[in-house]
């Protein structure tokens, strides 16, 4: 079964705009890690946060961690079109090295 | 330097047949998973194994399935029986040793008909 949700289920912005997703989950985990789908293809791994992190920056990603509500967002900064694809949040629980997705969210970048 | 391969890329079955999917995992990785990804969802766990060991198959819907990686390298995911509710994208995803983030294949989408 899904871990927890994500919203939004889908976003769409203006090239040069932020776009922010949340992901909520109901474990204890080890690690929260964002992953990007393109139509039709595998997943690609974005960034991982630790359980003992708060905030974490990659490029134009930048993730943040809350435990204690168990919730996560990621915001890209500066979208472009190449941005658009599917997000999921997937969660490592601790003692396990199995990942539990998100459902997702889907982002259109307008040109 | 390629990265995680699945072969065949699309399979469609008729109902009650057997199937094989196949991964290739990066070399020298020595975790692999397979996951299910339904239409419009995020992928689900099936099982993990470390080199030749199946250390995890809980996420295994029932015992119509069956994964092996007999010699810690390429991994075979078969589906006895294949039913409608088996149509899906099987993602099969690998890792090297104390890295937790994975790298995935891209996908066989089974057809069951």
């Known amino acids: 079964s899904q871990q927890g949700e994500e919203d939004p289920q889908a976003l769409s912005i203006q090239e040069g705009e932020n776009a922010t997703m949340n992901c909520s989950y109901k474990?204890?985990?080890?690690?929260l890690q964002w992953y990007r789908q393109n139509s039709g293809r595998g997943l690609v791994h974005l960034i991982l946060i630790r359980s003992n992190e708060r905030e974490k920056h990659s490029g134009r990603l930048r993730v943040t961690l809350d435990t204690s509500k168990k919730s996560s967002s990621l915001l890209i900064t500066a979208s472009r079109a190449a941005d658009t694809a599917s997000y999921f949040c997937?969660?490592?629980?601790?003692?396990?090295?199995?990942?539990?997705f998100g459902s997702g969210t889907r982002l259109q970048v307008q040109p | 330097g390629a990265g995680v391969s699945q072969s065949p890329r699309y399979k469609v079955a008729k109902r009650g047949q057997d199937v094989a999917l196949r991964c290739d995992p990066i070399s020298g990785h020595v975790s692999l998973f397979w996951y299910q990804q339904a239409l419009g969802q995020g992928p689900e766990f099936l099982t993990y194994f470390q080199n030749e060991a199946q250390l995890d198959k809980s996420g295994l819907p029932s015992d119509r399935f069956f994964a092996e990686r007999p010699e810690g390298s390429v991994s075979t995911l078969k589906i006895q029986r294949t039913q409608q509710e088996d149509s899906a994208v099987y993602l099969c995803?690998?890792?090297?040793?104390?890295?937790?983030?994975?790298?995935f294949g891209p996908g066989t989408r089974l057809t069951v008909t």
């Open positions: 997937a969660t490592m629980d601790t003692g396990r090295r199995a990942l539990t």
């Open positions: 474990t204890s985990i080890n690690n």
């Open positions: 995803a690998s890792s090297p040793r104390n890295y937790e983030g994975q790298y």
